[in-house]
T-cell receptor, first 115, second 114 residues
Framework: AQSVTQPDIHITVSEGASLELRCNYS??????LFWYVQSPGQGLQLLLK??????LVQGIKGFEAEFKRSQSSFNLRKPSVHWSDAAEYFCAVGLLIQGAQKLVFGQGTRLTINP | NAGVMQNPRHLVRRRGQEARLRCSPM?????VYWYRQLPEEGLKFMVY????????ESGMPKERFSAEFPKEGPSILRIQQVVRGDSAAYFC????????????FGPGTRLLVL
């Protein structure tokens, strides 16, 4: 069955430090991969997505992610975090079923920023 | 250009009551997806609808839950005879077409069952 694993439930980094959030997926075909961010009490905002092509994907707010097929991974990175990056981050794989795409999400990684 | 709208944002119900959650997709979007987020968990797919059609309801609980997306008006997720385990955040997302498209999410409805 298709699944997404985010191994880190909670990560704390200092403001200005670099960040990497891990995501591993299990999917037989070429995956469509997404990273969403959820601020407390809010909906989900798309950070970036990978459909095909260049395996290094640039997103909003200075985030990037790299698709590595050999490792079944799609890790999210940011060179220098800001206090406003504190939020919950979700990795998802898109499954094309009956002509439409439904998303399978990981359990999320909560990011805390130390001043 | 308004995004995906959901109302109410917060809903409190007592056990046995009915909950109705509404979702208005983005302008020009005719495909709606509902997801449920239980506390401390990721979102789980419930149902996918196009106007007047349920396309995939494989994630819907077999009883008490139903969804519709009429020709006019918002999509409705209806939960009958709510139980405490239904307490969760319910999100809808919309796309313009089927296929591989970015889903745009609404702010969610947080349901609390007392």
């Amino acid at each position: 069955a298709q699944s997404v694993t985010q191994p880190d439930i909670h990560i704390t980094v200092s403001e200005g430090a670099s960040l990497e959030l891990r995501c591993n997926y299990s999917y037989g075909a070429t995956p469509y991969l997404f990273w969403y961010v959820q601020s407390p009490g809010q909906g989900l905002q798309l950070l970036l997505k990978y459909f095909s092509g260049d395996t290094l994907v640039q997103g909003i707010k200075g985030f990037e992610a790299e698709f590595k097929r050999s490792q079944s991974s799609f890790n999210l990175r940011k060179p220098s975090v800001h206090w406003s990056d504190a939020a919950e981050y979700f990795c998802a794989v898109g499954l094309l079923i009956q002509g439409a795409q439904k998303l399978v999400f990981g359990q999320g990684t909560r990011l805390t920023i130390n001043p | 250009n308004a995004g995906v709208m959901q109302n109410p944002r917060h809903l409190v119900r007592r056990r046995g009551q009915e909950a109705r959650l509404r979702c208005s997709p983005m302008k020009g979007h005719s495909h709606v997806y509902w997801y449920r987020q239980l506390p401390e968990e990721g979102l789980k797919f419930m149902v996918y609808l196009q106007k007047e059609n349920i396309i995939d309801e494989s994630g819907m609980p077999k009883e008490r839950f139903s969804a519709e997306f009429p020709k006019e008006g918002p999509s409705i997720l209806r939960i009958q005879q709510v139980v405490r385990g239904d307490s969760a955040a319910y999100f809808c997302a919309s796309t313009k077409t089927a296929g591989q498209e970015t889903q745009y999410f609404g702010p969610g409805t947080r349901l609390l069952v007392l």
